[in-house]
Nanobody, 116 residues
């Protein structure tokens, strides 16, 4: 299990930007593929983006070209730069190992609200 703390969420207008941060325990980003997920109340948690050890990235189709996932291994921190935000991006955002399920431990997440 990787312990994580997410931060950086907030209220932003459509078209705006936010950068989320994920501080993780140990050397998570050097050992594991890590990912961002998001959840809207009443819906299942969904995968958003992954960064593999070595730097390869993958994105959910609806965020491709707008979101960028990156890591700073020296700081044990992962980021999600979100640009051109849309109301449908509103959710609680979580980070965890890629492939995590609801049986795994999750952080508290960070709320992102896109609204005018």
């Amino acid at each position: 299990q990787v312990q994580v703390v997410e931060s950086g969420g907030g209220l932003v207008q459509p078209g705006g930007s936010l950068r989320l941060s994920c501080e993780a325990s140990r050397s998570a980003f050097s050992l594991y593929a890590m990912a961002w997920y998001r959840q809207v109340p009443g819906n299942q948690r969904e995968w958003v983006a992954t960064i593999f050890v070595g730097g390869t990235t993958r994105y959910k189709t609806s965020v491709k070209g707008r979101f960028t996932i990156s890591t700073d291994t020296a700081k044990n921190t992962m980021y999600l730069q979100m640009n051109s935000l849309k109301p449908e991006d509103t959710a609680v955002y979580y980070c965890n190992r890629f492939g995590s399920t609801e049986r795994d431990s999750w952080g508290q997440g960070t709320q992102v609200t896109v609204s005018s």
